[in-house]
Nanobody
């Protein structure tokens, strides 16, 4: 079992930056792949980015590639999402997720653990 708590959301203007954090409980954090997904109002949850257990491999949605960076600190049981050059279409609730298998999946149904989400609002 792992519990996830996101933080760092907020409201910014287009072009601004935010850094999301996800703190995980449990002593086996380093064995999990971690990911970020988002869900805009009235839309389905969508893949944003994932990272392998040791941080050596990452995977990004085309819509955020070059603007967002995922990273993790296994000593702190935390995964981050640095979001730069934010756009109004990035507005959504952002969720942290964990799974015990490969990082290389964008299907939210294949992720086992979820945080409660943090709101990101980007105004034009």
């Amino acid at each position: 079992q792992v519990q996830l708590v996101e933080s760092g959301g907020g409201s910014v203007q287009a072009g601004g930056s935010l850094r999301l954090s996800c703190a995980a409980s449990g002593r086996t954090f380093s064995s999990y792949s971690m990911g970020w997904f988002r869900q805009a109002l009235g839309k389905e949850r969508e893949f944003v980015s994932t990272i392998s257990w040791n941080g050596g491999r990452t995977y990004y949605a085309d819509s955020v590639k070059g603007r967002f960076t995922i990273s993790r600190d296994n000593a702190k049981n935390t995964v981050y999402l640095q979001m730069n050059s934010l756009k109004p279409e990035d507005t959504a609730v952002y969720y942290c997720a964990a799974r015990s298998g490969s990082y290389y999946t964008r299907e939210f149904s294949e992720w086992h653990y979820w945080g409660q989400g943090t709101q990101v609002t980007v105004s034009s």
